[in-house]
């Protein structure tokens, strides 16, 4: 695979998950904490890599769906993706990550929400990266 790369984006992330993490351009500048649900002090006011993660799923299929409804030339008004990160044990061995993405599309039918999402899918950098190495559910529905 060949990769024209466009942007490049930097952070650095000290003390793990009960650290500190931000982008070189401070933007991004982010206690974190393990949850309780897993076994850590879920420090108030702190966040985890999967909210991260999901944040930026969440935009980036966005943009996707965006991005796909233009080059159709589909009448969407407004493009809304809900992202939930699960994090767990793998049967194999270390911890694994499972997506659902809910996406609301205004302005079109439910079918055409479904094949726009499915498109976008193939589309999205994040779909493309994780693609065969998560499972990512895809919810479509129109608004």
């Not at 799923?57 to 589909?74: M, R």
């Not at 779909?127 to 065969?132: C, E, K, L, V």
């Amino acid at each position: 695979m060949s990769l024209k790369i466009l942007y490049t984006a930097h952070a650095t992330a000290v003390g793990g998950r009960n650290g500190h993490t931000a982008s070189s351009d401070g933007i991004v500048s982010v206690d974190l904490s393990v949850p309780k649900a897993m076994g850590g002090p879920g420090k108030p006011g702190t966040t985890t890599p999967e909210d991260l993660f999901g944040a930026g799923y969440a935009a980036c299929f966005g943009g996707a769906t965006d991005f796909v409804a233009k080059q159709q030339k589909l009448p969407v008004s407004e493009v809304k993706v809900e992202a939930a990160v699960g994090i767990g044990a793998r049967s194999e061995g270390g911890f694994g990550l499972k997506v659902d993405l809910t996406v609301t599309v205004t302005g079109i039918s439910q079918e055409e929400v479904e094949k726009l999402v499915a498109k976008a899918h193939e589309v999205c950098p994040y779909s493309n990266a994780t693609r065969g190495n998560i499972e990512v559910g895809l919810k479509a529905i129109a608004a």
